[in-house]
């Protein structure tokens, strides 16, 4: 069993930047791929970020280039940091964890942080 709790979340203007915090226990974290999900009033929930354990990471398309997902295996801890924020980012952001392959969806769930982009 893995728990994952998230921080980080906040209401933030246009332009503006957040750092995700995913915080897990329960089990070996270097063996785990992590990943942000987000998910918007009415649509589906959508991946954002993943890191694999090796440290290979891919992004969803509109957000290369503005979004980094990082680990910490010492503290066992995954951040997505989040730059140049638009409205369009607003969302519930997930953290998830699993055995799997990169970019696929892992068993565990954190609880969800709400981001707000507005000013």
């Known amino acids: 069993q893995v728990q994952l709790v998230e921080s980080g979340g906040g209401l933030v203007q246009p332009g503006g930047s957040l750092r995700l915090s995913c915080a897990a226990s329960?089990?070996?974290?270097?063996?785990?791929?992590m990943a942000w999900y987000r998910q918007a009033p009415g649509k589906q929930r959508e991946l954002v970020a993943a890191i694999s354990s090796a440290g290979s990471t891919n992004y969803l398309d509109s957000v290369k280039g503005r979004f980094t997902i990082s680990r910490d295996n010492v503290k066992s801890t995954v951040y997505l940091q989040m730059n140049s924020l638009k409205p369009e980012d607003t969302a519930v952001y997930y953290c998830?964890?699993?055995?799997?392959?990169?970019?696929?969806?892992?068993?565990?769930w954190g609880q969800g942080t709400q981001v707000t982009v507005s000013s």
């Open positions: 329960g089990s070996i974290f270097s063996l785990y791929a």
């Open positions: 998830n964890a699993g055995r799997v392959r990169l970019g696929s969806r892992g068993a565990y």
